[in-house]
């Protein structure tokens, strides 16, 4: 399973940004996709993740401003970010599980700043 992430990028606080990720290989069998991200002197965190039948799991800080669902093609998973704010620049990380192991795609920089 290889999984691609685009979408990242420089907004002000307060503005949105989509991040898409595209998964290929063995991908009948993924079961939940989603976003993780690791900010400078963090640990790498859970932002939000979206199963096969549709059941999300938010972090706390992306409740209410954050939205990931899945496209038509079950391979893809977006994260819809709204109302972003400095603390969530970070590295986003796209992830897969399939049959219990987790795969990674290269990460995406999203830098909130003014």
């Known amino acids: 399973v290889q999984l691609q992430a685009s979408g990242g990028g420089l907004v002000q606080p307060g503005g949105s940004l989509r991040l898409s990720c595209a998964a290929s290989?063995?991908?009948?069998?993924?079961?939940?996709m989603g976003w993780y991200r690791q900010a400078p002197g963090k640990q790498r965190e859970l932002v939000a993740t979206?199963?096969?039948?549709?059941?999300?799991n938010y972090a706390d800080s992306a409740k209410g401003r954050f939205t990931v669902y899945r496209g038509n093609a079950k391979n893809t998973v977006y994260l819809q970010m709204n109302s972003l704010e400095p603390e969530d620049t970070a590295v986003y990380y796209c992830?897969?599980?399939?049959?219990?192991?987790?795969?990674w795609g290269k990460g995406t920089q999203v830098t909130v700043s003014s």
């Open positions: 992830n897969g599980v399939r049959s219990g192991i987790d795969y």
């Open positions: 290989g063995s991908i009948l069998t993924i079961n939940t």
């Open positions: 979206i199963t096969s039948g549709g059941s999300t």
